[in-house]
């Protein structure tokens, strides 16, 4: 069973940069070909995927409305997922999820994610 705990949240003004953290256990040597995500849930809307990785780190997909200012990434033996989120907008105030998907892993699908940390709250001011 794969545990996921997030970490690094907070209040920021738009512009400005955070970075998320997922520390992640439970892996197995099978589980090299998850696929791990980050996902925002706003309030009054519906939770959308934002960034995903390859536990192997080859691929990468993000959602548009993030192209450019953030970036996932993993380290210590993938044991910990990053989410680098820079130029900040009022917009991206969301609770943010770490998750995490068995193989076959296609990071562009964001359905299938069955492991879910509990969310770290971030909030851009104007």
């Known amino acids: 069973q794969v545990q996921l705990v997030e970490s690094g949240g907070g209040s920021v003004q738009a512009g400005g940069s955070l970075r998320l953290s997922c520390a992640a256990s439970g892996y197995t040597i099978s589980s090299i070909n998850y696929c791990m995500g980050w996902f925002r849930q706003a309030p009054g809307k519906v939770r959308e995927g934002v960034a995903a990785i390859t536990l192997g780190g080859a691929y990468t997909s993000y959602a548009d409305s993030v192209k450019g200012r953030f970036t996932i990434s993993q380290e210590n033996a993938q044991k910990t997922l990053y989410l680098q989120m820079s130029s900040l907008k009022p917009e991206d105030t969301a609770v943010y999820y770490c998750?995490?998907?068995?193989?076959?892993?296609?990071?562009?699908?964001?359905?299938?994610?069955?492991?879910w940390g509990q969310g770290t709250q971030v909030t851009v001011s104007s």
């Open positions: 998750a995490a998907k068995p193989p076959p892993c296609v990071v562009r699908d964001w359905k299938g994610y069955i492991n």
